[in-house]
């Protein structure tokens, strides 16, 4: 008999949802987890099918109970989306608080590590195993007034080409995918502090952010859904390592600050 496919996502709205819902789709048994109770409560509410579990994935605690509930289950875990971000601060560094900063590191990065270092040994045992972990085209430039972001999504990079060279061996690929700015409401928030901070108007800020891309213009979730989709699949056997820009080719995050 065919195993069940198991796929987790990390983050229950957004490009997370968005991620689950595909493979949900696709026939497979699908976790995800957040921290945000309405978001949760909606994603049951549409997707009864999904299994929606409330974690802190900045807990190791939490995400161990998490994995622990799955192997209860008999779970064959054949991927694991590491999604789980915020977008921290906007501030220069020197402005930065501790507290922030520490927040920021550990949700964006420490949180990929608990992830991962539990999935891995349900992921051997599977076939067609992967891990993609959701990084940023931040990770490929410095990003002014957004240093704690950007320094966790070029540590996941480094991380993801870490654990590709492990997991290799087993068959087990990894790759990082690093987004440009995504349509949604999480851009625009980021859009409105970067304005406030800066002195600018919301539009004039979203504008700057479209122009430093060469296809001006933001990406979708379902542009992430297709890839994740891809590199999962038997189509991306041959496919580990990369950190791969969707973003319409980014050529800078330079801002003209003002500070």
């Given at each position: 008999m065919k195993r069940m496919r198991i796929a987790i996502s990390a983050g229950a709205s957004g490009i997370g949802l968005a991620i689950a819902v595909s493979f949900l789709e696709a026939g497979a048994q699908v976790y995800i987890c957040d921290l945000d109770e309405t978001a949760l409560a909606d994603c049951r509410l549409r997707y009864p099918g999904i299994i929606a579990v409330k974690v802190d994935v900045g807990s190791p605690a939490n995400v161990d109970a998490f994995f622990d509930e799955i192997l209860a289950g008999g779970g064959h875990l054949n991927l694991l989306v590491n999604n789980a971000g915020v977008a921290g601060p906007t501030a220069p560094l020197e402005k930065i608080s501790i507290e922030d900063w520490q927040n920021t590191v550990?949700?964006?990065?420490?949180?990929?590590?608990?992830?991962?270092?539990?999935?891995?040994?349900?992921?051997?045992?599977?076939?067609?195993?992967?891990?993609?972990?959701?990084?940023?085209?931040?990770?490929?430039?410095?990003?002014?007034?957004?240093?704690?972001?950007?320094?966790?999504?070029?540590?996941?990079?480094?991380?993801?080409?870490?654990?590709a060279m492990e997991l290799g061996p087993d068959g087990i690929r990894v790759n990082a995918l690093c987004p440009g700015s995504v349509e949604g409401q999480r851009i625009h928030s980021v859009i409105a502090k970067d304005a406030e901070c800066r002195g600018m108007t919301n539009q004039e800020v979203a504008d700057e952010y479209k122009s430093q891309s060469s296809l001006r213009t933001f990406v979708t979730t379902d542009d992430i859904v297709a890839m994740v989709q891809f590199l999962s699949s038997p189509a991306g056997r041959r496919i580990s390592g990369q950190a791969i820009g969707i973003d319409g080719h980014t050529e800078g995050l330079s801002l003209k600050m003002g500070v």
């Open positions: 550990n949700i964006d990065l420490n949180s990929f590590f608990y992830c991962s270092r539990r999935a891995i040994p349900m992921i051997r045992k599977s076939d067609n195993g992967a891990i993609i972990n959701i990084a940023s085209n931040a990770a490929f430039f410095g990003f002014p007034l957004r240093s704690p972001y950007a320094a966790s999504k070029w540590a996941i990079i480094g991380l993801t080409k870490t654990m």
